[in-house]
């Protein structure tokens, strides 16, 4: 399982809150702290697409929003398991139309898959 993948399973089983801190991690994760500080501000989005992640920035999709002000440190999983399905769709369509791209879905056994996206001209 990948870091994001324990992020999601802490999130489904209510153990960390919906706008999470690395710090809430930590007791929950065995990843290193460094890890722990550096996956989620580089790949990370905010919600206006003003501010990316570095790996965003390199062509990574991002796995969760960045919650402004800065330096709060705070994130949200864009596909978060108390959302409906439709609310994770309209996520990830927000987010292909911040980036001008494909969007990506999470599949239930943790392999990402593509989804066209509904913008003809984002392909």
């Known amino acids: 399982m990948t870091l994001w993948d324990d992020i999601y399973e802490l999130r489904r089983q209510d153990k960390i809150p ?9 007791e929950h994760l065995p990843n290193p702290i460094t890890a722990l500080r550096a996956a ?33 440190g705070l994130y949200e999983l864009i596909e978060d398991p108390s ?26 056994d943790s392999r990402e898959i593509q989804i066209p996206s509904k913008n003809p001209q984002a392909t």
């Open 18 to 26: 919906r706008r999470w801190k690395c710090s809430h991690l930590r």
């Open 40 to 72: 989620p501000p580089n790949q990370s989005i905010s919600k206006d697409g003003r501010v990316l992640g570095d790996y965003v920035k390199r062509g990574h999709h991002p796995k969760a929003w960045w919650i402004p002000p800065p330096g709060s």
């Open 83 to 108: 959302d409906d399905e439709a609310t994770q769709l309209a996520a990830l369509d927000r987010v292909s139309q911040l980036l001008g791209g494909v969007r990506k879905r999470q599949s239930p």
